[in-house]
């Protein structure tokens, strides 16, 4: 194989986009953290984030909200129950 890694383009548009990371190895990583800084124009590093803070990542109020219809009194007991209850959330995310 010759050259360097191979780019993507993540976005179709020419607006600006941060990435938010969690606390994951894989995201703090030194090796990660050079490539960001590197490739990233806005990249924000690991001891910049702010230290608990799910406001700034939708997906955790996603799930918050999808778990709360899931398991509504009474909870699925069989594993066809539960699947429906989790399509039925996902699509009743406004």
Same mark, same amino acid.
């Given at each position: ?13 020419? &607006? ?7 606390? !994951? ?12 800084? &590197? ?6 590093? &690991? ?24 398991y509504k009194d009474? !909870?699925p007991k069989k ?16």
């Amino acid at each position: 194989m010759t050259g360097g890694p191979i780019q993507t383009k993540l976005f179709s548009s020419k &607006k600006e986009v941060t990435f938010v990371q969690d606390g !994951a190895p894989a995201h703090t990583s030194k090796a990660t953290q050079t490539g960001c800084q &590197k490739n990233s124009p806005n990249f924000i590093g &690991k001891d910049g984030w702010p230290a608990n803070s799910p406001d700034l990542n939708p997906i955790e109020n996603i799930w918050s909200i999808i778990d709360e219809t899931t398991y509504k009194d009474p !909870a699925p007991k069989k594993m066809k129950a539960l699947k429906r209850r989790l399509r039925f959330a996902w699509k009743n995310v406004t």
